[in-house]
């Protein structure tokens, strides 16, 4: 009925980690379909399993164009889990890990369930201002607690209680000319600051 109305050009745009191909590939289907008989989930769907995909909006051209705006997660660390390496994404997803994406400098994540609450952590830390791009390791114990290794070798151990306030506490630690010298600031007792 619509014979001219079918699909000649599926343009992506707005994709900055996930490659046009994959995407295209994906929607093979779709090529020379009637551009009326086409809805979001035909588009939607087969894309569900791309790494590093948030959403996407669809826009019909008519009378033969598609338009797919991507909207990305990004990897915020790698980490360790079953022996197993991977990238743990803004929506806290872990992603198989890619050697092609070893170009982009991440902290490791350690420690069972890391995964559930590293990004709560890490937007607490950049809240607080804490120079978070310091980090080189964060070590995630199950009792709801986090050591810090910062890129000199430094180590933070913060508490698994009143957080905020040992954040605060340590970045004026490690800008103080006093504690330069030390290794481990060790906040994890209220009130009390262990160095070594």
Same mark, same amino acid.
């Given at each position: #009925?619509?014979?001219?109305?079918?699909? @000649?050009?599926?343009? *992506?745009?707005?994709?900055?980690?996930?490659?046009?191909? +994959?995407?295209?590939?994906?929607? =093979?289907?779709?090529? =020379? #379909?009637?551009?009326? !008989?086409?809805? #979001?989930?035909?588009?939607?769907?087969?894309?569900?399993?791309?790494?590093?995909?948030?959403?996407?909006?669809? !826009?019909?051209?008519?009378p033969n164009r598609i338009i797919i705006k991507i909207f990305?997660?990004?990897?915020?660390?790698?980490? &360790?889990?079953?022996?197993?390496?991977? &990238?743990?994404?803004? +929506? +806290?997803?872990?992603? +198989?890990?890619?050697? /092609?994406?070893?170009?982009?400098?991440?902290? %490791? *994540?350690?420690? /069972?369930?890391? =995964?559930?609450?590293?990004?709560?952590?890490?937007?607490? $830390?950049?809240?607080?201002?804490?120079?978070?791009?310091?980090?080189? %390791?964060?070590?995630?114990?199950?009792?709801?607690?986090?050591?810090?290794?910062? $890129? /000199?070798?430094?180590?933070?151990?913060?508490?698994?209680?009143?957080?905020?306030?040992?954040?605060?506490? !340590?970045?004026?630690?490690?800008?103080? =000319?006093?504690?330069?010298? &030390?290794?481990?600031? /060790?906040l994890r007792i209220h009130d009390k600051i262990i160095v @070594?």
């Amino acid at each position: #009925k619509y014979n001219f109305f079918n699909i @000649e050009k599926i343009e *992506v745009v707005n994709n900055t980690l996930i490659s046009k191909n +994959s995407i295209l590939e994906k929607l =093979e289907e779709i090529n =020379e #379909k009637n551009i009326f !008989s086409i809805n #979001k989930n035909d588009i939607e769907d087969p894309l569900m399993n791309i790494d590093f995909l948030e959403k996407i909006e669809v !826009s019909k051209k008519y009378p033969n164009r598609i338009i797919i705006k991507i909207f990305e997660t990004y990897p915020i660390a790698k980490i &360790y889990k079953d022996e197993k390496k991977f &990238y743990l994404d803004t +929506s +806290s997803r872990l992603i +198989s890990y890619k050697e /092609d994406l070893n170009h982009i400098n991440l902290p %490791n *994540v350690f420690g /069972d369930n890391a =995964e559930k609450y590293f990004a709560d952590f890490l937007k607490k $830390l950049k809240d607080n201002n804490f120079p978070y791009q310091k980090i080189k %390791n964060y070590h995630y114990y199950q009792i709801g607690r986090w050591d810090l290794q910062l $890129l /000199d070798d430094k180590i933070v151990k913060l508490p698994h209680s009143k957080i905020i306030m040992a954040i605060r506490k !340590s970045i004026e630690l490690l800008d103080h =000319e006093k504690f330069k010298n &030390y290794k481990v600031i /060790d906040l994890r007792i209220h009130d009390k600051i262990i160095v @070594e």
